[in-house]
């Protein structure tokens, strides 16, 4: 497992123990038959920031983790062909196409059956390349 994924991991599980106690605090507040009080409604907030700022590490290296896949198999590709690595037009188009792709929307999208996009696209290429 390389450090990009290895961080996904570590930020999953703390975001886990996040969302355990939101989830805690929700059930402690319907047990009770009452919405939360001051303090409950702050360390609620504190949380969703918190959440939300892992979901954007999350994202930023598994995205980091796309592009380090992409160059290893277009090495491979490249060296099965006997063919240099190209940094012309093409690898900047897949580098900035790259940049706009979301795992989160991506995650999102193919949970409700309705990709769109470079998600799709995405989804449809590695559909073909692994049968």
Do not use: C
């Not at 009080?37 to 892992?54: P, Q, S, V, Y």
């Not at 999350?58 to 090495?75: D, V, Y």
């Not at 188009?93 to 999102?108: G, H, N, Q, T």
């Amino acid at each position: 497992m390389n450090k990009y994924l290895k961080k996904v991991q570590e930020l999953r599980e703390e975001k886990k123990g996040l969302t355990a106690e939101m989830k805690q605090m929700n059930a402690t507040a319907e047990k009770e038959e009452r919405d939360f009080n001051e303090d409950e409604e702050k360390r609620w907030g504190e949380l969703e920031k918190e959440t939300a700022k892992l979901d954007k590490q999350i994202e930023r290296n598994l995205k980091l983790e796309a592009e380090e896949q992409a160059e290893r198999e277009a090495a491979e590709e490249a060296e099965k062909r006997g063919e240099m690595k190209s940094k012309g037009n093409n690898e900047e188009k897949r580098k900035k196409d790259l940049r706009k792709f979301s795992f989160v929307k991506a995650i999102r999208e193919y949970r409700n059956g309705n990709l769109t996009g470079l998600e799709k696209e995405m989804h449809e290429e590695g559909q073909r390349n692994n049968p």
